[in-house]
């Protein structure tokens, strides 16, 4: 019986990490770039930074949100930090090395100017530059702790050019038909039940492997699951 589930549980946690393992898009990033989010999902705070690895992202288009930060000389010439909008970036590319860079920015003027978006420079492995279309994901009032994955929801149920309606929709990988699809293809139809060998029932299995996979995701896994299970009851 353990190895009946263990095996389920790894067939599906394949079918779902193919896609990343096929992955053929690496994007490096200026310093003072962070890439917030991917595709509608938020990046970890330890993957957002330049100084991360490049980010694998797959074949075709992605849209992604970034921000940049940098050194500014404010009204009394004093040298201080300064944050841009949060602008999404929708982009097309095919086994492809790219790297995401800002203009320099000295000044406040300067920053408000790129905060207008459609500054950026994308560009491939060559020096050429890679089309794109952005937009800024604007939010009023306090700009901390915000809740990217639903902003860009709401994004991209509009009709700006950097939007994807397939986005837009309230959809979680453990609900969704691939997903179901994967379980259902990796769990065997004759599974018995009752106990296991060792006198642990299938429900106690079931809970010691959801633990188990719950302590290896990331932050952003966790938080689709905990909204999926609250949305469920």
């Known amino acids: 019986m353990m190895k009946i589930l263990c095996s389920a549980f790894l067939g599906v946690m394949v079918s779902m990490t193919a896609s990343i393992a096929m992955a053929d898009v690496l994007l490096d990033r200026e310093e003072g770039i962070e890439v917030l989010a991917i595709n509608g999902q938020e990046v970890d705070e330890e993957d957002r930074q330049a100084s991360a690895n490049p980010l694998r992202l797959e074949d ?94 709401r994004f991209n149920r509009t009709a700006s050019p950097a939007a994807v309606a397939a986005l837009g929709r309230e959809s979680f990988a453990f609900d969704s038909p691939v997903a179901a699809a994967s379980v259902a293809g990796a769990m065997p139809s004759d599974m018995p039940q009752g106990a296991t060998n060792d006198g642990m029932s299938d429900q106690q299995m079931v809970g010691k492997m959801l633990k188990f996979w719950y302590q290896q995701a990331s932050s952003t896994t966790r938080n689709d699951f905990q909204r999926w299970l609250s949305e469920s009851q």
Do not use: C
Not at 114 to 126: A, S
């Open 60 to 153: 075709g288009n992605n849209q992604i949100l970034v921000a940049y930060t940098t050194e500014i000389r404010d009204a009394g010439n004093e040298t201080v930090l300064d944050t841009s909008t949060t602008q999404v970036l929708l982009f097309e590319a095919q086994e492809a090395q790219l790297r995401l860079m800002a203009p320099e920015i000295r000044s406040r003027h300067e920053m408000r100017a790129f905060d207008e978006g459609n500054r950026w420079r994308l560009v491939d492995n060559r020096g050429e530059r890679v089309p794109y279309r952005s937009a800024v994901l604007e939010k009023e009032g306090l700009q901390f702790d915000r809740d990217y994955e639903a902003e860009l929801r």
